[in-house]
């Protein structure tokens, strides 16, 4: 980040900051960033997904499991590379989600993250696989999906290129 902050770690900042529970899920080898993300985050549970690599949906799967053994009853799911999301749209998504609804935030009608799920949806979200992400699971289900317009454009900005960082 410009500031000299790790993305994921302003991320976590602004995810932790908010009225829920965080999981986050890692790749198989990054021991060395989950030992040290959780001196910083001791309320956050870091998870190393040995399938990531497969692609998004195995990540996913593997986490929805997971937050069914927890006991959740709501879920938002979002990325690691959106650190512009305030605790602010976390809480004002997940005060949305019933266990049979899905949070679909949007920004000028532009669909974002995170999205908000229900425990209704954990098992389809658990059989996600290879790269598909949970955009398959909110389409299929229109008539339980609630949109939420929000006037926070972080949600449709996330980090794939350095220049993403000059947006």
Same mark, same amino acid.
């Given at each position: ?56 949906? !195995?990540?996913? *799967? ?6 069914? $053994? ?8 979002? %990325?690691? =590379? ?37 425990? !209704?949806?954990? *098992? ?6 290879? $790269? ?8 299929? %289900?229109? =008539? ?24």
């Amino acid at each position: 980040m410009p500031n000299g902050e790790e993305i994921l770690h302003q991320t976590l900042q602004h995810a932790t900051a908010a009225d829920f529970p965080v999981l986050t899920l890692l790749g198989p080898g990054d021991l060395t960033l989950a030992t040290r993300l959780a001196k910083d985050f001791p309320r956050t549970e870091f998870l190393r997904c040995p399938e990531s690599p497969l692609g998004i949906g !195995h990540s996913i *799967a593997f986490g929805m499991d997971h937050m069914r $053994d927890l006991g959740w009853r709501v879920c938002l799911l979002t %990325h690691g =590379d959106m650190p512009w999301v305030s605790s602010r749209t976390y809480n004002a998504i997940g005060k949305r989600i019933t266990p049979d609804k899905i949070v679909v935030p949007r920004y000028q009608e532009r669909v974002g993250r995170p999205l908000g799920y229900g425990r !209704h949806y954990f *098992a389809e979200l658990a059989e996600l696989r290879g $790269d598909s992400d949970d955009s398959s699971v909110w389409r299929h %289900h229109p =008539d339980r999906v609630e949109y939420l317009e929000l006037d926070d454009r972080s949600i449709l900005q996330d980090i794939d290129l350095p220049e993403d960082l000059l947006r």
